[in-house]
């Protein structure tokens, strides 16, 4: 069976969010064994102009949904920007798979040719959409993941890269 637009994108969505809550419970758990306040971690950046933890985790949740709305056409819920802990954080996580969850594979027939198109400050980008797929929205989504991994880490949260890339 030939890899479709729908395995290269929700199902890595999905396997990925569902990683990045492990490495949240992780983060959780590092807080209150050490006596380290959650909201230190939460607000943790690894370099001053860079976003904090809650960002990454909050843009990685938006790239995955705005990926799989632009590639299907199915409408996403809206979130507010507004956690501020480990629990918020993961029900965000929670809520962005049941919305991938929704979304059926029927959807993604043809997006492969379907044209993206997006604004990214004053410049409008074009794109087809296996283009998009794999050279923005998952470089972009992974950026996210890959940076709430490393804020983790560079705090002390006692994970590794089995962590990160977990079972498939």
């Given at each position: 069976m030939a890899l479709t637009m729908y395995d290269a994108s929700v199902t890595v969505f999905m396997h990925n969010l569902k990683q990045?809550?492990?490495?949240?419970?992780?983060?959780?758990?590092?807080?209150?064994a050490t006596g380290i306040d959650p909201a230190t971690l939460i607000q943790a950046k690894l370099a001053e102009d860079m976003r904090p933890l809650s960002f990454q985790i909050q843009s990685a949740s938006d790239a995955s949904k705005l990926a799989v709305v632009r590639l299907s056409g199915v409408a996403a819920p809206s979130f507010?920007?507004?956690?501020?802990?480990?629990?918020?954080?993961?029900?965000?996580?929670?809520?962005?798979?049941?919305?991938?969850?929704?979304?059926?594979r029927e959807a993604f027939q043809g997006s492969e040719e379907r044209v993206v198109t997006m604004k990214a400050g004053a410049v409008d980008l074009e794109f087809t959409?296996?283009?998009?797929?794999?050279?923005?929205?998952?470089?972009?989504?992974f950026f996210h993941v890959t940076?709430?991994?490393?804020?983790?880490r560079h705090n002390g949260v006692p994970i590794g890269k089995r962590d990160f890339l977990g079972r498939a």
């Amino acid at each position: 069976m030939a890899l479709t637009m729908y395995d290269a994108s929700v199902t890595v969505f999905m396997h990925n969010l569902k990683q990045l809550s492990h490495l949240l419970d992780k983060g959780a758990a590092h807080a209150e064994a050490t006596g380290i306040d959650p909201a230190t971690l939460i607000q943790a950046k690894l370099a001053e102009d860079m976003r904090p933890l809650s960002f990454q985790i909050q843009s990685a949740s938006d790239a995955s949904k705005l990926a799989v709305v632009r590639l299907s056409g199915v409408a996403a819920p809206s979130f507010a920007d507004t956690e501020s802990t480990f629990d918020e954080l993961r029900a965000r996580l929670a809520n962005t798979r049941a919305y991938l969850e929704t979304v059926p594979r029927e959807a993604f027939q043809g997006s492969e040719e379907r044209v993206v198109t997006m604004k990214a400050g004053a410049v409008d980008l074009e794109f087809t959409g296996q283009s998009y797929l794999l050279h923005f929205a998952l470089p972009n989504f992974f950026f996210h993941v890959t940076t709430a991994y490393d804020i983790l880490r560079h705090n002390g949260v006692p994970i590794g890269k089995r962590d990160f890339l977990g079972r498939a």
